[in-house]
Nanobody, 117 residues
Framework: QVQLVESGGGLVQPGGSRRLSCATS????????LGWYRQAPGKQRELVAT?????????TDSVKGRFTISSYREDLWNTVYLQMNSLTSEDTAVYFC?????????WGQGTQVTVSL
C-alpha cells in the first residue's frame, strides 16, 4: 500500500507563490505517473498537473505558465512538487497528491490552499 503525504498548503495573497510537496511512503518505480488534483468548494475534483517517469509533464489550461510540476526519485521514496506562481482566488482549493502505479491509483489526504488578502 502506497501512502502519499502532502505539505505546503496555507494562506497566500493574490499574486503570490506557494510550493506544495508530496512524499510517497515507498519507492515507486517502473511505469508510473505522479500528479496533483484540486477540489474547490462546490466543484468536482479536477486535474491540475501530472508528470510521468519524472520527466513528461502535462497541465490543465488554467495553470499553464503559472504552475510547474517536478518529481524526483530518492533511494526509498518519490517526491513530487507543485510550484504555484501568480496565484489568484480561482486557485483556492484543496490540493491532492496523486500516484498511479502498478495499475492502482493512490491519493493523499489533501492540503488546503487559500488565496486571499
Amino acid at each position: 500500500q502506497v501512502q502519499l503525504v502532502e505539505s505546503g498548503g496555507g494562506l497566500v495573497q493574490p499574486g503570490g507563490s506557494r510550493r506544495l510537496s508530496c512524499a510517497t511512503s515507498v519507492l515507486i518505480f517502473g511505469d508510473y505517473t505522479l500528479g496533483w488534483y484540486r477540489q474547490a468548494p462546490g466543484k468536482q475534483r479536477e486535474l491540475v498537473a501530472t508528470i510521468k517517469d519524472d520527466s513528461i509533464s502535462t497541465y490543465t489550461d488554467s495553470v499553464k505558465g503559472r504552475f510547474t510540476i517536478s518529481s524526483y526519485r530518492e533511494d526509498l521514496w518519490n517526491t513530487v512538487y507543485l510550484q504555484m506562481n501568480s496565484l489568484t482566488s480561482e486557485d483556492t482549493a484543496v490540493y491532492f497528491c496523486y500516484a498511479n502505479a502498478w495499475d492502482q491509483d493512490y491519493w493523499g489526504q489533501g492540503t488546503q490552499v487559500t488565496v486571499s488578502l
